[in-house]
């Protein structure tokens, strides 16, 4: 058995996107190699309207799935299917864009907008799939208790011992919401090849064998190969998303919304948006 440790950490930066929408960017494009299926992630935490309610617009995506986990908060969506819908707190969206999607999500009123979006990279031979998406509500997701008043684990995808969480189209993703309370330890049997990094949301806590780096909220930490995880809460508790996925190791043409393999197929995808045949 290997544990995992730490490779790095990252703080994320603030940015601003969509029609005006704060937010922290986490990770993005120089991250790839480390991250890999994934491709970028996205928090949101503001207790001001001002600062979200103007949204994402209609916008174009190809190639790539966007998932939107919402701890608080609610999100209106539509897409040009003629999908609408809505996801509020303890809820998922999770959209295949494949060919191509022009959809938008509008960010509601409300005391607290709470969550992150990631982006996961869809393989070369699924990129022009017929695109679709599903809201995974609050009893989709799968709450597993942890022994000895350790805490709790939502399953939104990927399996947790007998526990299996939502079915992805594409590529086989963990994605886990877990919360330890204070000072509990915890340990989770991993796939030794997929890349896994974790974003804490709340308190601080350590992970690995060598224990000597507190990682604190708000933060990313990537980790190296094993097939073994391990963390132990700091004594505030502590709450994370844990992210794994085989890589792909493909090449990574990414323009904006679209993420394809190469520049042609990039240049391609932008002409279809001047001529308005990127709808498929």
Partial sequence: MK????????????????????????????????????????????????????????????????????????????????????????????????????????????????????????????????????????????????PNNGGKIRVISGEYGKFKGVKTRNVQVDIFDISLNPGNEFEISVKEKNNLFIYIFEGNGLFG??????VDNKSVAIFDEGDNFKAKAGANGIRFMLFSGKPLNEPIAWGGPIVMNTDEELDDAFRELRLGTFIK
Wanted: charge should be negative; proline fraction near 5%; aromatic fraction near 6%.
């Fill in 209 to 214: 064998e060598k224990e000597d780096i507190i």
């Fill in 3 to 146: 544990t995992r440790n730490i490779l790095k950490t990252i703080k994320g930066r603030s940015t601003i996107d969509g029609a005006g929408v704060h937010l922290i960017r986490v990770l993005g494009p120089s991250d790839i190699h480390d991250i890999d299926p994934f491709l970028m992630l996205d928090v949101f935490d503001s207790e001001n309207p001002e600062d979200y309610v103007l949204g994402f617009p209609m916008h174009p995506h190809r190639g790539i799935e966007t998932i939107t986990y919402l701890i608080n908060g609610k999100i209106n969506h539509k897409d040009s299917l003629g999908n609408v819908g809505t996801i509020e707190g303890g809820e998922s969206q999770w959209m295949t864009s494949g060919s191509g999607i022009i959809h938008e999500e509008m960010p509601k009123h409300s005391n607290r907008l709470f969550g992150l979006q990631i982006w996961l990279n869809m393989p070369k031979k699924s990129k022009m799939n017929d695109p679709a998406y599903f809201d995974i509500n609050g009893d989709m997701i799968k709450s597993v208790v942890i």
